[in-house]
């Protein structure tokens, strides 16, 4: 009669603690989904500001190649504004060759040296539907003792930057695509920041 009782009794407390495991898992798994999801949602928060920044600092650098120009070449202003970064020669700036022509470009910073390069990698802009390979030119790189992203220096990250110049028809404004690819997943997702120069700075 005792055995009986104990053994009715172990099978309702087995029964119990099934339907409070069933219980515990029901409520947990919306809780894990909201999590992952959380944790996704930042990642991708994460890579859009840094998206966001680059783009930015893109055009940026773009601004600053038109104002050293500005500088050094003081006296021609009008004609070498839009003359390469590396073209230094006062007496033959304004030459056509010589000037930054229209295409997709990279930026070259050169880490540690004041000097930037551009260098012309394709006469059109990337497409929307751009497919990033780990051996693409566009693919930035993080150096982890300067934090600072670039084309030069450290490991492969997950951003494409492109700067895709063109011209107005008189060939006084230049207008620059600063472009940032990403991976979200699976999927491909950009930031485009745009901006226009001329020979003269902005008041």
Not at 109 to 136: H, Q, R, T
Not at 137 to 164: C, M, Q, W
Request: proline share 4%.
């Amino acid at each position: 009669m005792e055995n009986k009782f104990l053994k009715s009794h172990s099978g309702e407390t087995l029964l119990e603690v099934m339907v409070a495991v069933s219980v515990l898992v029901l409520i947990m798994l919306p809780v894990g989904e909201l999590n992952i999801k959380a944790i996704r949602n930042n990642a991708f928060n994460r890579d859009h500001l840094v998206a966001e920044n680059l783009a930015v600092e893109g055009f940026e650098i773009m601004r600053g190649i038109r104002d050293t120009n500005l500088l050094r070449f003081s006296t021609k202003e009008e004609l070498c504004w839009n003359t390469k970064p590396d073209f230094k020669d006062m007496d033959k700036c304004g030459e056509p060759g010589n000037k930054i022509e229209p295409g997709s470009y990279i930026i070259k910073e050169n880490i540690g040296s004041p000097d930037v390069g551009l260098v012309l990698k394709a006469p059109d802009p990337l497409k929307d539907d751009f497919s990033p390979s780990d051996d693409s030119a566009y693919r930035l790189k993080l150096d982890s003792s300067t934090k600072i992203y670039s084309h030069d220096v450290g490991e492969p990250t997950n951003f494409y930057r492109e700067i895709y110049i063109e011209y107005s028809t008189s060939k006084k404004t230049m207008f620059i695509s600063s472009r940032v690819f990403f991976k979200n997943g699976a999927k491909i997702k950009k930031i485009t920041r745009i901006t226009a120069l001329t020979s003269k700075t902005e008041q």
